[in-house]
């Protein structure tokens, strides 16, 4: 659903409390955007906002009217491709393992190996692989509860998080977290979130330390960035806008980047936000806001080193609002019966791996067999996962207790005067609290 | 067992990782104030002192046994002739907050008005002018946010201080506090430690109405991953908000609003107390009384009124709100063999039913009496002088409810 910028002094021509998504009037055209493969072309011209980066009261309008400032520009050019044979064997390696673990994850939980809500990934990866494929291991990535390609991306072994989804003691948060609490302190992943927009804050953290430490520490290089990762429905909620206002007031080494996949579990993103474009409540608070095809990975890519490169070279917070699509239902629990037909139809057209794989071969970047070999590669490595994944061992009892506190006095002083902690059993929690 | 410090010197059971480092005993702590290098106080609840340079061994047993600011104190003598210095409350805190800012350049402080303003009751004063905006951040109006931002911050390496400004806003906060900051050691299999100190006042103040009247321990208390600790004089809130940064679980520091004008006299030494440990305020043989923050004074008035009526309580602090330290409280249950509870709570769910549960589970047998528990009403703190002062438990009410106990 992409909006023409220009048209958006007045409210969208449709009520949105009545129509279902299969009787609305076309503010969504599935055939206007459908048509080249680089498909929306709605994106802010960087380098006006980059230069007006003070806040300046003059310069502040230049932010908000940010419409005036959208630029159409030609990204499929003559000899001018947008990435190197390399990276579009990174992109597309990085995508079909997403792709390919979530449906893992799907057969197995229908095969009882896994448990719970999960939430998969299928059709966003575009968005997962445009932005984290250009972060460095010690830049940070939070998300929601839809986090398992994020963590994938951004390194963590896939055998660790397909153990950890099966509840085993080799997961990568020992089996506690699951499928919305994927961890790792190695590769900066900071979560997994179960309740919509707490990670958001926790975010705006990781940002504040980059900062705080390049300032008071004075680490002069030190020039971490934090992607913060959330949906259409989480942009309704006050978390949200709170750290809108404290990244920008600080100028906060984040890029806030909503995952628009039109769905809150049935929640139609129309129905439930009065102005439903969401890269324009970014000027609203002082930062720049934008929107991209996220069914792109090039697209999301270009605009990603935008705004990363800000956040690295201090300029301060970016939204980005990617248009994307999960193919699946919100989760596995969830029927899906309320989206249209069509419109599930028309953004499977527009499958973000498929079109990378018409990108690279027409640009004769690789060829069909190279891709081939990839895609069994990537077999093989979920294979291995799962075959991991079940021959972990369950978690011992004398884990129950164990990562409670990080100092373990924290249980306290016993009858006996000892520290409960002293007592070797008092992690399996027979020990009488 | 007192402090972290306390391994250093005797042969102690501890296997558990409990890395301090000895270095931490030799950093001059660079105060205006004159300090003793090298001498450390480790001070224990039942009143012994380890040393680590054993120096002024005389001096801090005068100190134990003046752990309650009383008005006889300080007043008759000189300050010049005697050992330490005095201050209130909301100076001692910020005295131990700027000795671990000055001591670990990670401690940073956030929260409404803690810069410029300096904090609402003063606890954060000037510390902006030294550290910086940024070491001493004014939030805005975002409790639940800034909070969380705080937690980000603990898990990616800093050491904040978040600030209630009345510690009845962090209700908007309760989100982070309960899922985040409890929950994300665990969930993330122990990955990331969360050492925040999230602290503020609370408790039932003068007219202030319901809403700032609030006692935010009993809804903290289930959850799973935090420690809660309550200060009552200046001596152990320095010590307790230096134990609280240091430590590197999340720990909630309540302060209470009517308290932050005590005067007392503490060590010019450093010192660190523990955050597990009950502190005993007055040793006795007939009752064991349990309380903590501002009751702890109602019960020291009663105190005075029972010791003219030839009664012996033994008045204990509890200090640490969650874990109990089961241990002193124990000890002096087997002494004494009754148990009242005086606290600020409501009736329902407050830390006094959780203690009354935790000492009728592990003390039963020691019990003469049934446990008496004395909170607050179950009522929203109204407005009215008169009826805000029913609405608190009152000295006459805790000697009535101990004359029925030693019947």
């Known amino acids: 659903m992409s909006f023409s910028a220009t048209k958006f002094a007045q409210p969208p021509p449709f009520s949105s409390t009545t129509t279902r998504s299969n009787e609305k009037p076309l503010s969504f055209d599935p055939f206007k955007t459908g048509t080249s493969f680089l498909g929306s072309t709605r994106k802010l011209r960087f380098n006006s906002l980059c230069e007006n980066a003070q806040f300046k009261p003059h310069h502040r309008s230049a932010v908000v009217a940010v419409s005036e400032l959208v630029k159409e520009k030609k990204l499929k050019s003559n000899a001018n491709l947008l990435i190197t044979k390399e990276e579009g064997l990174e992109l597309y390696e990085d995508m079909v393992l997403g792709r390919a673990f979530e449906d893992m994850c799907a057969q197995m939980y229908y095969r009882g190996k896994m448990f719970g809500f999960v939430h998969l990934y299928n059709g966003q990866e575009a968005v997962s692989t445009g932005f984290i494929k250009l972060l460095k291991k010690e830049d940070s990535v939070i998300s929601t509860y839809r986090d398992h390609v994020h963590a994938v991306s951004k390194g963590v072994p896939a055998r660790a998080v397909m153990s950890e989804l099966f509840g085993k003691a080799t997961g990568c948060c020992r089996g506690q977290g699951g499928s919305m609490h994927m961890f790792s302190k190695e590769h900066n992943v900071l979560g997994g979130f179960a309740f919509i927009g707490e990670g958001i804050p926790v975010a705006t953290g990781a940002a504040f330390t980059s900062k705080y430490r390049r300032e008071v520490l004075k680490e002069e290089d030190c020039d971490h960035v934090t992607l913060a990762f959330f949906g259409d429905g989480t942009c309704n909620n006050g978390q949200f806008f709170e750290c809108l206002n404290m990244a920008a007031l600080w100028k906060l080494p984040i890029v806030f980047v909503v995952e628009n996949n039109l769905w809150a579990i049935g929640m139609s993103h129309l129905r439930a936000t009065s102005d439903p474009e969401i890269w324009k409540k970014g000027p609203a608070f002082g930062l720049p806001g934008v929107h991209v095809d996220g069914m792109d990975v090039l697209k999301v890519r270009e605009v990603a080193k935008e705004a990363i490169g800000r956040a690295r070279r201090g300029e301060g917070p970016t939204l980005v609002e990617c248009e994307t699509y999960r193919f699946r239902g919100h989760s596995l629990a969830d029927p899906d019966e309320l989206r249209d037909p069509a419109e599930k139809a028309h953004y499977a057209g527009r499958d973000p791996i498929t079109a990378l794989k018409k990108y690279i071969i027409e640009n004769k970047l690789a060829s069909e067999q190279e891709l081939k070999t990839i895609e069994k590669t990537i077999d093989e490595v979920v294979e291995e996962a799962v075959e991991f994944a079940d021959a972990s061992p369950q978690p011992h009892r004398s884990q129950l207790l164990e990562n409670v506190f990080a100092d373990p006095k924290g249980f306290g002083i016993g009858p006996d005067g000892q520290y409960r902690c002293e007592d070797p059993k008092f992690t399996e929690g027979t020990a009488h609290v | ?407």
Request: aromatic letters at 6%; hydrophobic letters at 40%.
């Open chain 2, 1 to 407: 067992m007192a402090t972290v410090f306390q391994g250093l010197g005797a042969a102690t059971a501890i296997s558990a990782s409990n890395s301090f480092d000895s270095k931490k005993f030799q950093l001059p702590s660079r105060r205006s104030l004159s300090v003793r290098k090298d001498s450390i106080l480790v001070v224990r609840s039942d009143g012994r002192v380890n040393h680590i340079m054993n120096r002024g061994a005389r001096r801090a047993e005068q100190l134990i046994t003046n752990a309650v600011a009383t008005k006889a104190d300080g007043s008759a003598a000189s300050t010049a002739s005697k050992p330490g210095h005095e201050l209130l409350l909301f100076e001692a805190l910020r005295e131990g907050l700027e000795e671990e800012m000055e001591r670990d350049l990670r401690v940073c402080v956030m929260g409404e008005d803690v810069g410029h303003y300096g904090g609402s009751y003063k606890v954060t004063k000037d510390l902006a002018n030294k550290y910086g905006d940024l070491r001493v951040l004014d939030t805005p109006i975002a409790e639940n946010s800034f909070t969380g931002m705080g937690i980000g911050a603990a898990m990616t390496g800093l050491r904040p201080i978040v600030e209630g400004m009345n510690m009845g806003f962090l209700l908007l906060a309760f989100n982070q506090i309960s899922n985040n900051c409890g929950m994300l050691h665990y969930t993330s299999g122990g990955q990331f430690k969360i050492p925040i100190v999230i602290r503020g006042p609370g408790g039932v103040g003068r007219q202030l109405g319901a809403e700032h009247s609030q006692r935010l321990e009993s809804y903290f208390q289930s959850i799973p991953g935090i420690q809660m600790v309550a200060c009552s004089t200046p001596y152990n809130a320095k010590g307790l908000m230096k134990a609280a940064i240091r430590s590197d679980n999340p720990v909630i520091l309540f302060e209470h609003v009517l308290l932050y004008n005590l005067k007392e006299r503490i060590p010019d030494e450093e010192y660190v107390l523990s955050l597990e440990e009950a502190e005993m305020v007055r040793p006795g043989e007939h009752v064991t009384i349990l309380t903590y923050s501002r009751m702890r004074y109602h019960v020291m008035q009663a105190a005075k009124t029972l010791v003219n009526k030839g009664y012996d309580p033994e008045v204990i602090d509890i200090r640490s709100l969650k874990p109990f330290d089961l241990h002193t409280i124990g000890n002096s249950v087997k002494k004494t063999h009754r148990v009242l509870i005086v606290e600020e709570c409501m009736r329902t769910g407050g830390i006094g039913a959780s203690l009354t549960a935790a000492i009728s589970e592990n003390f039963n047998d020691y019990l003469d009496a049934p446990i008496i528990c004395l909170s607050s009403q179950d009522v929203p703190t109204p407005y009215a002088g008169t009826l805000e002062e029913w609405t608190v438990v009152q000295p006459a009410q805790i000697v009535t409810a101990v004359e029925q106990l030693c019947q």
